[in-house]
């Protein structure tokens, strides 16, 4: 069969789709877009997770804020593999008829959330919301997205939640009457980290520390350390003798950091906060 020159980048587009060469996140239709009128019934006003701390109003419908963002530009919480971290969502339900609140981690960062193995917080009806996020301890080194889902509950006639929204709209009716938010998260730190059983060779505490900061490690030879910041800035740098587990870090601003060590052959990282 011929094919012409004029549907030849059409087909490309399409074959690059199907095979996977082309791989980007799918885009929550707004409230707006699916026949909406007013205001999102349901939305999310606040995420915290480490040092990520954004508050927000309820979406205007009006551009990019349809009830859906994705906050690249905000600053990249720094989670461990096999870590612990508190993840707390605050949402608003102005119709005061329930809501549900779910989130999901693309962990394997495919550009898909599965909708079970990824789901790490589901929640409701409405108000203040907390759970303790665990990283798998297989999780690679990078960026990955977080994506927050609100909505109203199946017991108004909703659909259990889909992390890509009512993109079968007007199958579903209804339409969407919440919000969705996306997040980016740096699995890692930005220099990089060995294996689990490297990283738990190496504790620091207190953490929060004030002033003195102990090291305890396995270390059988004087080893570099370096603290960065959350943008890969050097703030603080010597070495770490096998007799030497603390450093005084007192004259370092509140906030979050890595404390980097360089064995033989691997970069080990610890995060830890600095609270005066």
């Known amino acids: ?16 789709i199907s095979t996977g060469i082309i791989a980007q996140y799918c885009v929550p239709p707004g409230f707006k877009d699916m026949g909406g009128v ?15 701390n954004n508050s927000t109003g309820m979406p205007t419908g009006v551009g990019e804020d349809d009830g859906y963002m994705h906050y690249s530009t905000l600053v990249k919480p720094v989670l461990t593999q096999g870590g612990n971290y508190t993840l707390n969502v605050s949402a ?3 119709l005061a008829a329930g809501m549900i609140v779910v989130v999901w981690i693309d962990w ?52 259990d939640p889909e992390p890509c929204g009512y993109l079968d709209y007007p199958s579903h009716t209804l339409g969407q009457h919440g919000e969705v938010e996306d997040y980016d998260l740096r699995i890692g730190g930005p220099t990089g980290i060995t294996s689990q059983d490297k990283i738990e060779s190496v504790k620091i505490y207190p953490n929060p520390v004030k002033n003195i900061l102990n090291i305890d490690h396995s270390f059988d030879q ?25 450093i005084n870090v007192s004259n370092l601003a509140n906030g979050q950091y890595i404390m980097v060590i360089k064995g033989e052959t691997e970069q080990i990282h610890q995060v830890f906060h600095i609270a005066h």
Not at 2 to 15: N, Q, R
Not at 222 to 246: E, F, K
């Open 1 to 16: 069969m011929k094919t012409t020159t004029k549907y030849l980048p059409m087909l490309l587009i399409g074959l690059f």
């Open 92 to 94: 608003v339900d102005n």
């Open 38 to 52: 007013g205001e999102p019934f349901t939305y999310i006003s606040n995420v915290e997770l480490e040092n990520l």
């Open 108 to 159: 394997n960062n495919d550009k898909t959330f599965d909708p079970f193995g990824e789901k790490v917080a589901l929640w409701g009806p409405d108000g203040n919301h907390s759970a303790i996020i665990t990283v798998p301890n297989n999780v690679p080194d990078g960026v990955v997205r977080m994506r927050v889902f609100c909505d109203m509950p199946t017991s108004m006639g909703h659909i």
């Open 222 to 246: 004087a080893v570099p350390y370096n603290i960065v910041d959350l943008y890969g800035r050097s703030i603080a740098m010597g070495q770490l003798d096998v007799d030497m587990t603390s």
